[in-house]
């Protein structure tokens, strides 16, 4: 398990400090704020997630420096409040209409 750790905490390290840097293009997280991803699929039980906190594998894996997360975050952020905003004024104008 120290092992484990170690390795898991250099890793994150690396991450966080943009060793990792292979690129993003716009369109790929564009991509992403539209669809959305699951970061770890169980939070509670994710070792990486334990270990290395917002660094973990999940979020590793799909973004390469946590700049780019940090971006997809407040894109996704706005993006889904502007989705909300259109669906209640499509339900408002449809009951104005009734």
């Given at each position: 398990?120290?092992?484990?750790?170690?390795?898991?905490?250099?890793?994150?390290?690396?991450?966080?400090?943009?060793?990792?840097?292979?690129?993003?293009?716009?369109?790929?997280?564009?991509?992403?704020?539209?669809?959305?991803?699951?970061?770890?699929?169980?939070?509670?039980?994710?070792?990486?997630?334990?270990?290395?906190?917002?660094?973990?594998?999940?979020?590793?894996?799909?973004?390469?420096?946590?700049?780019?997360?940090?971006?997809?975050?407040?894109?996704?952020?706005?993006y889904?409040k502007?989705?909300?905003?259109?669906?209640?004024?499509?339900?408002?104008?449809?009951?104005?209409?009734?």
């Amino acid at each position: 398990m120290l092992d484990q750790y170690k390795a898991e905490r250099l890793i994150a390290i690396g991450w966080n400090e943009g060793h990792f840097d292979e690129g993003m293009t716009l369109e790929q997280i564009i991509e992403l704020v539209k669809t959305g991803f699951d970061e770890c699929s169980d939070t509670e039980n994710c070792d990486s997630r334990i270990l290395s906190g917002n660094a973990c594998k999940c979020i590793r894996q799909r973004f390469p420096t946590p700049e780019h997360y940090s971006f997809y975050l407040k894109l996704r952020d706005y993006y889904t409040k502007k989705q909300t905003e259109r669906l209640l004024g499509a339900t408002l104008a449809g009951r104005k209409r009734n």
